[in-house]
């Protein structure tokens, strides 16, 4: 009965279109059994799908899906709030299996208008806190803060100022985890080679000014940081430009490994988007049941890299950072998530240094 009322949809779909409305963005793949399908719909926020970051790769990943399922896909981009709506609407009447959304401006309004309806599940991914998720919904997470603690880890190891810094865009929920896994990694090993590296941050406060983003960068190497992890996708190039310009190196998160290619990049977080996007299709495949679920993707399975460029970091080195990741994939490293997980995973530690208070973060931000 589904796939019958599915066809009737689509069809419906197809005739609303054809009748003069605007028809949705994206691409639908064309299958000879469009019945046996699964049908997975991506809505996104205001940003464009081949944006060289979140919007792209998780298209990509659900795309790829294609190498091994019978699939119909479709992306909806959207200008503004109404667009969003507009788009929810028509794959809730598309009758899509799942309808995955990205974005705080997608996540909030799927979470108003999506239905009751058990035939149909969705999907926030990288989604606020206070998300509500119920029988029909659940959300993907990844574990960046994971990548950041090996960072941490590996920035204390190559200073040689005896000072690192965190750069983040701007203040929310995913940039402290991330920042505080930074910490953490830094904190561990202060606490096993008995160092006191320090540590130093601030905030862009954007995502898209690049001169912004420059011009914080080049505080922290001013300021004495001769390491700093960006938790950009953004403006690499010219964070490398600032990064050479003032002798230091950088330490990067995305979703491809360039490590190679850069003199001044000496590793990278890696964002596996699509791994995240097989592991929820498969469990749906095994009708697993995903509602009010809450799905966390990082080292364990394969959403969360860390690669790094082999010529520039000492063989001892790497050795000792593979060690960490290791034991974060096999959970004898509990990476904290958040100010409150961290001051428990340093107050935890004996011979724990000294580090930052909420009120130290607040005036560094604000430098």
Not at 19 to 37: H, I, Q, R
Not at 159 to 186: P, R, W
């Amino acid at each position: 009965m589904k796939k019958i009322s599915r066809i009737i949809a689509l069809l419906c779909a197809m005739v609303f279109v054809l009748a003069g409305c605007k028809k949705p963005s994206g691409n639908v793949t064309t299958l000879e059994n469009p019945e046996s399908a699964k049908m997975y719909a991506l809505i996104l926020s205001d940003a464009q799908m081949n944006d060289n970051g979140m919007n792209q790769y998780t298209w990509q990943g659900i795309m790829n899906l294609k190498d091994s399922i019978n699939v119909q896909t479709k992306y909806y981009e959207a200008k503004d709030l109404s667009e969003i709506e507009s788009n929810i609407d028509s794959a809730i009447l598309s009758k899509y299996d799942i309808i995955f959304s990205l974005g705080d401006m997608a996540n909030q309004t799927l979470q108003k208008k999506k239905t009751s309806s058990l035939e149909t599940l969705f999907a926030y991914i990288n989604t606020e806190n206070d998300t509500i998720l119920d029988a029909n919904s659940f959300s993907i997470e990844f574990a960046d803060y994971e990548g950041a603690f090996v960072a941490g880890y590996l920035a204390c190891e190559t200073t040689k100022t005896g000072t690192i810094s965190f750069l983040g865009d701007v203040q929310n929920t995913s940039c402290d985890n991330v920042k505080y896994g930074f910490y953490a990694g830094a904190h561990y090993y202060n606490v096993v080679n008995k160092k006191d590296i320090k540590l130093t941050n601030k905030l862009a406060e954007t995502k898209t000014d690049v001169a912004k983003i420059k011009s914080t960068l080049e505080s922290l190497y001013k300021e004495g940081a001769d390491v700093v992890f960006v938790n950009f996708d953004f403006a690499q190039e010219e964070m490398l430009e600032v990064a050479s310009s003032e002798n230091g190196k950088l330490i990067g998160t995305g979703y491809v490994d360039d490590t190679k290619t850069h003199a001044r990049l000496i590793a990278k977080s890696i964002k596996h988007i699509g791994e995240g996007i097989k592991n929820i299709s498969d469990l749906y495949i095994k009708n697993e049941n995903l509602g009010g679920k809450a799905y966390v993707y990082g080292m364990k399975e394969g959403c969360i890299s860390f690669n790094y460029d082999k010529g520039q970091i000492p063989l001892e080195v790497i050795d000792k950072v593979d060690i960490v990741k290791q034991k974060i994939a096999n959970g004898e490293i509990d990476v904290p998530v958040g100010y409150e997980e961290y001051q428990n995973y340093i107050e935890g530690s004996k011979d724990a240094t000294p580090e930052e208070t909420p009120e130290s973060t607040k005036e560094s931000t604000k430098e």
